[in-house]
C-alpha cells in the first residue's frame, strides 16, 4: 500500500495554512504597533533577528537547542517583557516586545516552527527543506 502517513507532531493541511497566516497577523500587527508605539527603525532592523540566538543551544546538542530555540520563539517572553514594559511607562521594553513578537510572526510565516528535539528542521509546521521529500509527509 502506498498510503502517506503525516510526520509526527507536524501539523498539516488546513490547519497549517491557519498557523502561517496567524503568523502573518502577528507580523502585520507588531509592525503596526512598533510603527504607532516603537522606537526607531534602525533598532527594529538591529535586533529583528536577536531571538535566533536561541539556536546557540544546538552547539550543545539537539535537545538543548530545542529547547532554546523554542524559549525564545514562544509568545510568552515577549507577552511577559510587553507587560513589564507597559506597566512601567518603559517604551524601550515594550518596543523590543513587538520585535519579538514580529520575529515570531515572520518565522511563522516561513514555516519555521517550534522543534523537536529529534533535530533543528523537524518543526510543528513541518520538515525544513526538501532533504525529507515531501514537506507534509514521510512516506
Known amino acids: 500500500m502506498d498510503e502517506k502517513r503525516p510526520v509526527s507532531g507536524v501539523v498539516t493541511d488546513s490547519p497549517q495554512v491557519f498557523l502561517r497566516i ?4 502577528l ?3 507588531s509592525l503596526f504597533l512598533y510603527a504607532r508605539y516603537g522606537q526607531t527603525w534602525w533598532l527594529f532592523a538591529l535586533l529583528l533577528l536577536a531571538p535566533d540566538v536561541g539556536m546557540l543551544g544546538y552547539l550543545a546538542d ?3 537547542g530545542a529547547t532554546t530555540y523554542n524559549l525564545f520563539h514562544t509568545y510568552l517572553g515577549p507577552a511577559i517583557l510587553l507587560i513589564v514594559g507597559i506597566a512601567a511607562d518603559r517604551l524601550a521594553t515594550y518596543s523590543i516586545a513587538f520585535i ?3 520575529h515570531i510572526g515572520l ?3 516561513l514555516g519555521y ?3 523537536y528535539r529529534d533535530g533543528f ?3 510543528h509546521l513541518g520538515v525544513i527543506g526538501r532533504a525529507e521529500g515531501n514537506l507534509k509527509y514521510r512516506i
Open 62 to 64: 539537539t535537545r538543548v
Open 22 to 25: 496567524e503568523g502573518a497577523v
Open 27 to 29: 507580523l502585520a500587527v
Open 121 to 123: 528542521k523537524h518543526t
Open 100 to 102: 519579538w513578537f514580529a
Open 113 to 115: 516552527g517550534l522543534k
Open 107 to 109: 518565522d511563522r510565516v
